[in-house]
């Protein structure tokens, strides 16, 4: 029986590729291109899209910075993953459909969490731009550019809620972070299928999520919540 949630907040509660990508990642980009990549910013976007499946934009912008600019290039690759994980936001962002309605109805019955990954001062405030930030027991931000994983702040929320590690559901858009982590420790893993292209499911039965939805309107049905 599930008794604590944990919700990933990009292209999952927030409609990140839609709202927030684009620009942040033009940015990124174009301050490689003015110190020497040698790529058009449709040429990194391509890259970017494929890439994004398996690797964070961290790596994604020092990898094309090695493979396609000079020392230079490679020089400002920090500013670059600084302008894409610290864009300017809007005082007020809008949540995904049916997200407010899910958090109204599950804060009542279970522990809520959100597990993010990004900038603490960046996702703390989306976090308030979205009017979320009061609804859940805590906002876990893992630093993405040192390759922390969500894993450790699962353990910890099991630890907290003094639970078994499947009495806890993850539920996010990234096969590679929050399903793969959840898994991993034997909690119960929701793949919200939203956004950019991050992967594919695995055909490896272990590896699967136990739950699969495109929409929050399908939440609570599907995981019997």
């Known amino acids: 029986m599930i008794r604590a949630i ?4 990009d292209d999952t509660l927030l409609d990140t590729s839609g709202i927030l990508v684009p620009a942040a990642t033009r940015h990124s980009f174009q301050i490689l291109i003015e110190n020497g990549l040698a790529l058009t910013y449709e040429q990194c976007e391509q890259h970017r899209l494929q890439m994004i499946r398996s690797v964070s934009h961290k790596d994604v912008f020092a990898s094309l910075a090695k493979k ?3 020392e230079k290039t490679e020089s400002v690759v920090p500013a670059a993953i600084r302008a894409f ?31 993010t990954a990004g900038s603490e ?11 979320i930030d009061t ?17 450790n702040a699962f353990l910890d929320i099991i630890k907290h809620c003094q639970i078994k590690n499947d009495q ?12 793969a982590d959840a898994l991993k420790i034997g909690a119960k893993a929701c793949f919200f299928e939203f956004g950019e292209d991050r992967g594919t499911i695995s055909q490896v039965l272990s ?3 136990d739950y699969h939805i495109r929409h929050h ?9």
């Open 68 to 70: 396609f600019g000079s």
């Open 85 to 115: 994980y610290e864009p300017q936001l809007p005082v007020s962002l809008p949540l995904l459909s049916g997200a407010r309605e899910n958090i109204d109805y599950l804060k009542d019955k279970y522990l809520l969490f959100v597990v």
């Open 207 to 209: 590896q699967q999520p």
């Open 121 to 131: 001062a960046t996702q703390q405030n989306k976090a308030k731009a979205l009017g």
């Open 6 to 9: 944990a919700f990933d907040l």
């Open 217 to 225: 309107q399908e939440l609570i049905s599907t995981c019997r919540l």
């Open 168 to 179: 806890l559901l993850c539920i996010g858009n990234s096969l590679s972070s929050e399903i």
């Open 135 to 151: 609804d859940f027991q805590k906002i876990y931000v893992i630093n993405s550019l040192t390759k922390e994983r969500k894993q």
